[in-house]
Structure formats: C-alpha cells, structure tokens
C-alpha cells in the first residue's frame, strides 16, 4: 500500500474521522476467524491455516495447521502465554504473549494486539495530532504510531487503512483490504527489515461477538511432552515448527 507523504496541513476532523473509522471494531468484544495465512517469516516461505478467537480485555488462542497437519496451539490470557508444539511434543509455558508470538510467527503481539490488528482497530481513538494528506487521506500520531485513514469519497465513510508502528525496532506496519460492514477481511503484517516477516492473513468464517469460555484460551497440555525455553524456541528460529523438507509452515 502507498502510503501519502506529509507534513500536511493539521486535520481539525482528525478526532470525528477516527472515531468514524473505529466505531464498528470498537463495538467487537469477540471475534472467531479463519485465516490463511502465506508470505515469509525470516526470509522463508510460509503457508499455513489459522484457526483464531480473542476477546477482550486480553485474551487469545491460534490453533495452527499446514498440509493438513497440527503444527501448534498458541493460548495467552493477559500477561501468561502457553505454546505447544503439536507435532514436536513439546511445551512452553508462562511465557509473556508477545515474546512467544514473535518467536514462533515473526510479528510482536500480544493478545490485546492480536484482537486490534485483525480487527484493523484502535481501542481508545484520541489521537494527539493530524495531518490532512489531501481530500481523502488524514494521518494521526497516537502513541508513537501512525494511524492513516482513507475514504473512497466526500461521501464514504472514513477507513483505518494503515498503522505504521514506530515505537518498536525495526518499524513495522499493518494494512487493512477488502472491507466487510466496515471490518478488514484482508491484513497484511510487514517489517521494514525484509528479513523478518511479510504476512498476509485473508479472514474467513468471520463471527463476532461469540460468547467464548474462559476456558478456550487454556491448554490443555498432554502427558509426556517435553518443555522448552523461550531461549531455545528463539534458537531454533520462527519456523522450527516446520517439518524437514519444507520452505516453512
């Protein structure tokens, strides 16, 4: 996505347009996904199937599969994370979310984060600038990050349609397609290091609101499983889930 340059002129609807374009995700507390997944994590490809639900306030569980086969289960509840490596037998537990995400799949997300990032949302929209980058583009700045909205027309509704997220090293960026009743079915996750990741998530079998057990972002972890550190999991890289013989998940 080509994003427009500024400094532009200041925005004084930027806090109206904002809350236009987050009004609908705002209102999403749950939400249970499909998601294919391909593009490259490290420099490898990657092509996989997720099967996801969040739900607020912090709350996450990814179930992921490639070929047909369960690769892991990820599973966070505010700041304790549990991983399990399906096809190695192996475990870890009470990790922080958003070291174990960014050692198995590339991107730094926590569960809080992962709701937003497939919503195409931000929680609490009261940005502390904006620019007006013509009729129909305003970027705002909001802790660190830069929040670029768009609409198709005068007549349209606003859209978050990019967030460049700068608090972090390297910068990294989310960008949101293909919109249904105002929520992305299309996000694409990329490093500015090309040697990190470049994902591209197509949602499907979308619900929202579920009521989702507390007990769904548990895991249930087997007999006989080994565990394994978070040192050992960064070691073997983000795609040590990968079986031989395959450019990634």
């Given at each position: 996505m080509k994003l427009p340059e500024g400094p532009g002129a200041a925005a004084s609807d930027i806090r109206d347009a904002m809350a236009q374009a987050t009004a609908k995700c705002r209102a999403v507390s749950s939400l249970t996904t499909e998601i294919g997944v391909s593009g490259s994590i490290g420099g490898r490809r990657v092509r996989a199937r997720l099967i996801a639900g969040v739900a607020t306030p912090a709350a996450a569980r990814l179930e992921a599969f490639a070929f047909g086969q369960p690769i892991f289960i990820f599973a966070a509840r505010a700041a304790n994370a549990t991983l399990l490596l399906t096809r190695d037998r192996r475990v870890l537990e009470h990790g922080m979310p958003a070291q174990v995400l960014e050692a198995i799949a590339g991107v730094p997300l926590d569960a809080a984060d992962l709701r937003t990032a497939l919503l195409g949302c931000v929680l609490a929209p009261d940005p502390d600038s904006g620019d007006r980058l013509g009729d129909d583009w305003r970027m705002a700045v909001e802790g660190g990050n830069d929040l670029y909205l768009r609409r198709a027309a005068r007549s349209a509704p606003w859209r978050l349609v990019a967030v460049v997220h700068r608090g972090v090293r390297p910068p990294w960026r989310a960008e949101y397609r293909d919109f249904v009743?105002?929520?992305?079915?299309?996000?694409?996750?990329?490093?500015?290091?090309?040697?990190?990741?470049?994902?591209?998530?197509?949602?499907?079998?979308?619900?929202?609101?579920?009521?989702?057990?507390?007990?769904?972002?548990?895991?249930?972890?087997?007999?006989?499983?080994?565990?394994?550190?978070l040192d050992e999991l960064r070691r073997q890289g983000p795609l040590s889930t990968a079986g031989p013989g395959h450019d990634g998940l």
């Open positions: 009743d105002d929520l992305p079915r299309a996000v694409h996750l990329v490093s500015t290091d090309p040697s990190r990741f470049d994902l591209r998530l197509a949602l499907s079998q979308v619900v929202l609101n579920p009521s989702l057990s507390i007990d769904a972002f548990d895991i249930n972890v087997p007999p006989g499983v080994d565990a394994i550190t």
